[in-house]
C-alpha cells in the first residue's frame, strides 16, 4: 500500500494538482513515524512511510496548510477522516485546498504498551498476523500476540470506513459495531462520587501540563486557547494549584464535548499516561443516552446534542435528577 | 564496597526519616512508570531505568511560590514565605540527572546574583545515584561523555539483584553513609565490576552512540541559526511543552502572581520555549512562530551552550525521545541539522 500511496503522491505532485503532501516520515528509530509535510518526488520516495504505526491524525494540521498557496494533499485513515469532517462542520479547514486519499487501516500499534511489554531496549516492531515480533538493543527476539498491543482506540475502533474522501487506496470498509467502548466509563460511573473522585484525582495529578493533549486535539483549534490567554484572568502554564490542572481537563472535556470524534490522540500522547479520553467518552456516553446516539464528525452536521433543542428533549433538571438516580 | 540488601535499605529510609531527613526515590505509579515519591512504610523503589520526570523538580521545582504580599491602607507588607528546610536525600538518580545539576548550578548559582531558592534546596539535597545497568534505546549520555556507570553523585551505588553497593564521593556522602553505617556491611564487589563491563558494551552499541557533533562546536553560530533545514523540521511540532518538561536542563520560568483574595502570591513556573507566550513582551514577540521557537531551544542547548560554556546544555537522558508526541526530538535535530546538513 505504501508504494502506491508514494507513487500517486508523485503523480499529483508531478502534474501540479498538488504542491505539498502531508503524511508520514521515517523516524529515528523504526517504530518512530513522524507526521510531515513533504514537497518533492525523491523525499517521498526516500523517507514517505505508512504502515501500522503511522498513527498521528494529521486532520488538524490542514487548518494551516490549507491556507497556503496551493493545493495539499493529504492521507487520512479512517477514523482520522471523522476528525477532518468535524473541522470542515467546523468550517476551520478550507476544503477546495485540500485533496484527500482514503487509505486503508488495520489499527495501530501502540508503542507505549510495546516498550512495556518488550523493555526500553525496543529497536522494531513487526506484525505477521496475529503476532507481533520485536528486537531489541540487547539482541533479543520477542514475541506478543497483535492484539495486546494495539492501540486503545484501534481496540475499540469505530469504524474502517472513510466519511470524506477523494480517492481510496485499498479496500474500503464499515462502520464498526463497538461493544466494549464504554465498558470502563460504565465502569467509573458505577463507582461512588468518593472512589471516581479519588480515580482522577490519581490521574491527573500526575499532569505536567505540557499541554500536548490539547495541542494535538483536533477539536482544540481555537486561534488563541483560553489557558494560553493572559487576557482571561486563568491562563496558567504553571498551576499555582492542583485544582488548576484538574480544572484544565475538565473545562477542555466540556468544550470539546458534542465535537469530539473520540479518535484517542489525546491519550496516546500523553506523557504521563493519563486515560484523557475517559472524559470525553463519558460527554458522550451522557448525550447518546438523552439524546440518541450520535457521532461527531460522521457525516455534514450543523449542529450536534448540545447545540440543538428539541420539543421532545429531557428537561435539564429531569436529566439532572436522573444522574441522581443511577 | 559497602552493600545493602533492599530490605535493610527501608530500614535505614526509615531511620533516615526518624533523623528529619526525607528521601525520595523512584516508585512505579498506576500508570507503570516511574516516577520520584517520598518513601514512607511500604515504598518499594522501582527497577525502572528513567522516571518521567527528571530529578530537576526537587532543586527547581514546576512551581514555587516566591513571596507573598499583603496590602493594609497605604502599606505593603512583603512576606517572605521560604520555610527552613532539612536535609533530603534523592536516592536513585540516574547519572545523566546528576549531570544536569551541574548545568542547572551554572545559570542559578554560578551567575549572579545566586538563586538563593535553588541554592537552598541544593545545599539540603544529597544525591545517591545508581549506575545504569542496562541503558534503554533511548539514551545517549555517552555523546557528552557522561558515564552512567560511574555517576559522581554524593554516593555512587550500584544494583545487583536485591543488593545495594554504595560508595561515598563527597563529604555530604560520608555523612549520610554514617548514619545508616548499621544496616550495611563491607562486601566483595566483583558482581559491580561485572555489571559495569556488561553495560559498558551495551553502551558501545546503543543506536544513538555515535551521533556526529562535530557541527555542533560552538563556532558556526549565525551558519546554524540561519539553517533553511530549520523551516521543515519544525513545521508539524505540536508547540507543546512534553520535551521542556520531561527535560533535565531546561531552565526558563515565569514569575506570576495570584490573587488569593487577601493578598497576592508571588509565584514562579517552569516557562516552555515552545509556548506561543515564552518571551512575550508588550510590544511583540521576538519568536513570532513556531520556526523560531523550536530552533531556540535546540540553538540553546547545542550552540548557544558550547560557545558560551565549552559545555552542551543537553545530558542525552532521551527523555524527549521517548515522550515527543511527533518525535521531532532533539537526536532527530542533531541527525538533520548536524549530519544532513552540513
Not at chain 1, 500476540?145 to 494495539?150: A, K, Y
Not at chain 1, 484517542?264 to 504521563?272: A, D, H, M, T
Request: net charge negative; with cysteine; glycine share 6%.
Amino acid at each position: 500500500m505504501q508504494t502506491e500511496m508514494i507513487k500517486r503522491a508523485k503523480e499529483l505532485l508531478a502534474d501540479g494538482t498538488v504542491k505539498r503532501v502531508a503524511g508520514w516520515r521515517s523516524g529515528d528509530f523504526q517504530y518512530e513515524l513522524s507526521p510531515s509535510i513533504f514537497t518533492d518526488a525523491e523525499d517521498l520516495e526516500k523517507n514517505f512511510q505508512y504502515s501500522e504505526l503511522a498513527a498521528s491524525n494529521m486532520s488538524k494540521y490542514m487548518i494551516k496548510e490549507s491556507r497556503k498557496e496551493g493545493k495539499v494533499l493529504i492521507f487520512l485513515k479512517p477514523c482520522d477522516t471523522y476528525s477532518f469532517q468535524q473541522l470542515l462542520n467546523e468550517h476551520r479547514i478550507l476544503r477546495e485546498n485540500v485533496m484527500i486519499i482514503g487509505v486503508a487501516c488495520d489499527g495501530n500499534l501502540d508503542i507505549v504498551a510495546a516498550k512495556k511489554r518488550f523493555g526500553e531496549g525496543l529497536l522494531s516492531l513487526k506484525s505477521e498476523g496475529d503476532t507481533i515480533t520485536a528486537t531489541t538493543i540487547y539482541g533479543e527476539e520477542l514475541t506478543a500476540p497483535r492484539q495486546e498491543l494495539l492501540l486503545e482506540r484501534c481496540v475499540n475502533c469505530k469504524s474502517k470506513k472513510h466519511v470524506v474522501f477523494d480517492e481510496l487506496i485499498g479496500e474500503e470498509g464499515v462502520e464498526v459495531e463497538t461493544t466494549h467502548r464504554f465498558d470502563k466509563v460504565d465502569e467509573l460511573d458505577a463507582m461512588s462520587e468518593d472512589q471516581r473522585f479519588g480515580f482522577w484525582q490519581n490521574e491527573l495529578s500526575r499532569c505536567i501540563r505540557c499541554n500536548a493533549c490539547r495541542d494535538i486535539c483536533p477539536a482544540c483549534s481555537c486561534e488563541n486557547c483560553v489557558f494560553d490567554n493572559p487576557e482571561s484572568g486563568f491562563s496558567n502554564k504553571g498551576a499555582a494549584v492542583q485544582m488548576d490542572n484538574d480544572m484544565f481537563h475538565i473545562i477542555r472535556a466540556f468544550h470539546v464535548a458534542g465535537r469530539c470524534t473520540d479518535c484517542g490522540e489525546c491519550s496516546r500522547v500523553c506523557p504521563e499516561h493519563i486515560p484523557l479520553h475517559l472524559l470525553n467518552r463519558k460527554f458522550i456516553k451522557d448525550y447518546d443516552g438523552l439524546y440518541g446516539e450520535f457521532q461527531a464528525g460522521s457525516g455534514e452536521q450543523e449542529t450536534h446534542p448540545l447545540t440543538k433543542f428539541n420539543m421532545e428533549d429531557l428537561n435539564p433538571t429531569e436529566a439532572l435528577n436522573r444522574g441522581d438516580e443511577e | 564496597m559497602l552493600s545493602i540488601t533492599e530490605a535493610k535499605l527501608y530500614e535505614a529510609f526509615a531511620q533516615l526519616k526518624k533523623n528529619g531527613e526525607a528521601v525520595y526515590l523512584p516508585v512505579d505509579n498506576t500508570s507503570g512508570e516511574a516516577d520520584f515519591a517520598e518513601w514512607k512504610e511500604g515504598t518499594a523503589i522501582s527497577k525502572q531505568l528513567k522516571t518521567v520526570r527528571s530529578a530537576k523538580d526537587f532543586f527547581f521545582p514546576q512551581t514555587e511560590n516566591l513571596m507573598k504580599f499583603k496590602v493594609h491602607g497605604k502599606k505593603i507588607n512583603v512576606i517572605d514565605t521560604r520555610e527552613e528546610l532539612s536535609d533530603f536525600v534523592i536516592f536513585g538518580a540516574r547519572a545523566c540527572d546528576v549531570a544536569s545539576f551541574k548545568l542547572l548550578d551554572r545559570a542559578f548559582i554560578e551567575e549572579k546574583p545566586v538563586d538563593t531558592y535553588y541554592e537552598n534546596r541544593r545545599e539540603h539535597g544529597i544525591v545517591v545515584s545508581i549506575a545504569c545497568s542496562k541503558p534503554a534505546a533511548s539514551c545517549f549520555c555517552t555523546v557528552y561523555d557522561i558515564d552512567p556507570t560511574h555517576p559522581n553523585a554524593d554516593v555512587d551505588g550500584y544494583r545487583v539483584d536485591d543488593t545495594f553497593y554504595l560508595e561515598a564521593k563527597t563529604a555530604k556522602g560520608e555523612k549520610l553513609l554514617k548514619q545508616i553505617e548499621p544496616m550495611m556491611s563491607e562486601s566483595d564487589d566483583q558482581c559491580v565490576k561485572d555489571q559495569i563491563a556488561t553495560t559498558e558494551k551495551i553502551l558501545k552499541n546503543l543506536p544513538f552512540a555515535n551521533l556526529d557533533m562535530s557541527r555542533f562546536n560552538g563556532d558556526n553560530m549565525m551558519d546554524i541559526f540561519n539553517d533553511p533545514k530549520w523551516n521543515s523540521i519544525s513545521e508539524t511540532c505540536l508547540g507543546c511543552g512534553a520535551c521542556t518538561f520531561v527535560c533535565p536542563t531546561c531552565q526558563c520560568y515565569d514569575i506570576k502572581e495570584l490573587d488569593t483574595g487577601d493578598g497576592i502570591e508571588r509565584f514562579r513556573c517552569w516557562d516552555s520555549c515552545m509556548y506561543k507566550d515564552f518571551t512575550q513582551m508588550a510590544a511583540a514577540n521576538p519568536r513570532p512562530s513556531q520556526k523560531e521557537r523550536f530552533r531556540q531551544r535546540f540553538m540553546h542547548k547545542l550552540v548557544y551552550y558550547p560557545k558560551n560554556y565549552n559545555v552542551y546544555g543537553c545530558v542525552g537522558c532521551g527523555r524527549c525521545v521517548d515522550k515527543c508526541p511527533t518525535h521531532l526530538h532533539i537526536v532527530n535535530v542533531i541527525k538533520t541539522l548536524g549530519e544532513e546538513g552540513k
